[in-house]
């Protein structure tokens, strides 16, 4: 690369250079807009300049093609500190009229990227007898780039827009989960969420007990995950407290109510994932804590369990956490292959006035080159048939367990290949809503 001079651009406050633009002015004459906003935006990430800051920035300032590349000072945050590249600018150049003032509206984007920016966070994460103790996901950071947003800005009003592109950039943390261990967890590769605004106490306190159970279990290649396995026993002294549970004689209070949330959500997760579901059944009526319908897996130890297989190259790191009070995210961390989930909209349909009704989930996998069709099919029965009592009931002795009956198959047109489809139909079966 040539050596190059550097020259300041702007000895005189009347001129500023821009990105191989430099602008004179201003001048005695302002623009005359009509009353409008501009919204500035990229996906979630929205600034609006407002009618009283649109016509603080309108000015007269020419505009010249300039045959050198500017460079911003890396002391100064302003249009102001810019340099160029080259010993002058052309004599002869043809300007052209702005209507408004680039560093004006360069500070203004300043400013208001301060509400959006946010700086990455590093992973950590410890393991200890193959279980993560510690975990701190990566976090992403977000860096506007007020130069091209400026100009964005200002070709927008030029043109009398409305709406422009807000320039952002992800800041990578500089250390990858990667570095943090050698099981192959490397980034996030499912992700189950459920909301369950309107929960009782104990409810919200066997959701949060539960939570715990599966925070930091890892799920190795070729395993076959079972809920109930990690969950283990649901008994007072583990901190569980009653709250209605469906069985077969009706919803009656009984330690662990509200287990089904956990077990949902971690369904949701494996469908996101792509993980091959092994055994997984619907509530038996519809319980709005699992909206939408066809989505929930109930479970019951030593009944009725949610089983999935990681099948992905790497271990699978789950990370459970309530996001906020009504909110509970299962997240899974472990090895992206060349797999491609599609997840269709689950679908309600024959409802009926006395609360029953029927939904299916459908779940596309692409991998390598062929596609197989997951169809999930619920039945849910009218929820009068389980009377509501709040007589707490206690948990019976261990048993020998009636085992969920087999899930019945039956095939789905879908690409290259026959794909099971699996229908759960509620039986007299204890479960926890």
């Known amino acids: ?127 200890k007898n193959n279980r993560a103790v510690s975990f701190t996901p990566p976090t992403l950071g977000i860096s506007v780039d007020a130069y091209t947003t400026t100009f964005n800005i200002i070709a927008a009003l030029e043109e009398g827009y409305q709406n422009t592109d807000l320039a952002i950039a992800i800041v990578q943390p500089r250390k990858p989960l990667a570095a943090t261990n050698n099981l192959g967890i490397r980034e996030l590769v499912g992700h189950g969420e459920s909301k369950f605004n309107g929960s009782p106490k104990n409810r919200r306190i066997n959701i949060a007990v539960g939570v715990e159970k599966f925070k930091g279990v890892i799920i190795m290649p070729g395993e076959e995950f079972s809920f109930n396995k990690y969950l283990g026993p649901v008994e007072k002294e583990f901190g569980f407290v009653p709250e209605l549970v469906i069985k077969a004689s009706g919803t009656v209070p009984e330690l662990g109510g509200g287990l089904c949330q956990v077990s949902s959500t971690t369904f949701r997760a494996a469908m996101n994932a792509g993980l091959p579901i092994v055994q997984r059944k619907n509530h038996s009526y519809a319980v709005q804590y699992y909206a939408p319908q066809g989505t929930d897996a109930t479970i019951y130890p030593g009944v009725i369990d949610l089983k999935f297989t990681n099948d992905t190259p790497g271990a699978i790191l789950v990370w459970p956490y309530l996001k906020d009070a009504n909110t509970l995210i299962f997240d899974f961390y472990g090895t992206k292959d060349d797999r491609e989930v599609e997840l269709e909209k689950p679908v309600q349909y024959d409802r009926k ?81």
């Open 1 to 127: 690369m040539p050596l190059v001079n550097y020259k300041l651009a702007l000895t005189f406050s009347s001129t500023i250079f821009v990105a191989g633009l430099f602008f004179v002015g201003p001048t005695t004459s302002f623009a005359q807009d009509e009353t409008r906003t501009l919204t500035v935006s990229k996906d979630e990430y929205s600034l609006t300049a407002s009618e009283s800051t649109i016509k603080a920035w309108a000015g007269t300032y020419k505009r010249q093609r300039a045959s050198t590349i500017l460079i911003p000072r890396q002391s100064l945050n302003t249009l102001v500190g810019y340099y160029y590249l080259g010993s002058k600018r052309p004599a002869n150049s043809t300007y052209q009229t702005y209507r408004y003032n680039p560093e004006l509206i360069y500070r203004w984007v300043k400013e208001q990227a301060e509400s959006i920016e946010s700086k990455s966070e590093n992973p950590e994460l410890t393991i």
């Open 353 to 433: 006035s006395d609360g029953s009704m029927k939904a299916t989930w459908v779940r596309h996998v692409t991998n390598n080159g062929e596609t197989k069709t997951d169809t999930f099919n619920s039945v849910y029965l009218p929820p009068a048939l389980f009377h509501k009592e709040e007589t707490f009931v206690t948990t019976p002795p261990p048993t020998t367990p009636t085992l969920a009956p087999p899930v019945e198959q039956t095939n789905s047109e879908q690409i290259n290949q026959t794909a099971p489809s699996t229908e759960s139909t509620p039986d007299n079966e204890d479960q926890t809503p």
